[in-house]
């Protein structure tokens, strides 16, 4: 009965931290946190970043939703001067991003859902951008996006990676449709099966 109320426990507090039915941002909310990116943002890309910021918390409703990332590489990495030991690989460079941002996606309940290399072409439009990998990150809403991307621009020694590897991006959220990716009912039984597997040993 311990171990079984201890798992229910886990599972309760996996849930309120996972979360994903919140509520709307307000305008004092919007008008703070666009502030505050206005004064970390660089100049090269203020104004641009900060009109996608607007768009994108224009249809917050809470929930949450999916982000879609499409990426393509620079040919050698472009670091800032100070940085030349790190090297000119862009995929090592890429790495070291990924590696870096974990845990500001966790402390928000943000996970990585899919993440996939490009391995082939098929159908292709003309002109059309030629992306190495997509990567869709589940975020718990759109506020917790935003307090994720402002902890990685106070983080200046982790957003240089990025721009160092990245050459162009295509960023956009997405709403599933249908999903077979079910992370509350996989963690739900993941905890069943080790209070099962418990119950065993001990009898």
Known sequence: MAICLALLLLYIAFVVWYGGRGRPLTAAEIEAYVAELETLATEANKQDLL???RALLAQDDGR???MQNLV???AKALYPPGHEQLGDDPRAADRRYGKAIIPHLLR???VPVFIARRSGSFIEPARADAWHYVAMVR???RRD???FAISIERAADIAVHKWAAIEKTHIFPLRPIVSLIFVRGAVG?????????AVLLLH
Do not use: D, K
Not at 189 to 197: E, K, P, Q, V
């Open 51 to 53: 009109a996608s910021v």
């Open 64 to 66: 949450e939703f999916v």
């Open 108 to 110: 928000y309940g943000n």
């Open 145 to 147: 996006f935003l307090r």
């Open 139 to 141: 975020y718990r809403s």
């Open 72 to 74: 393509r590489y620079r």
């Open 189 to 197: 039984a993941l905890l069943a099966l080790i209070g099962a597997l």
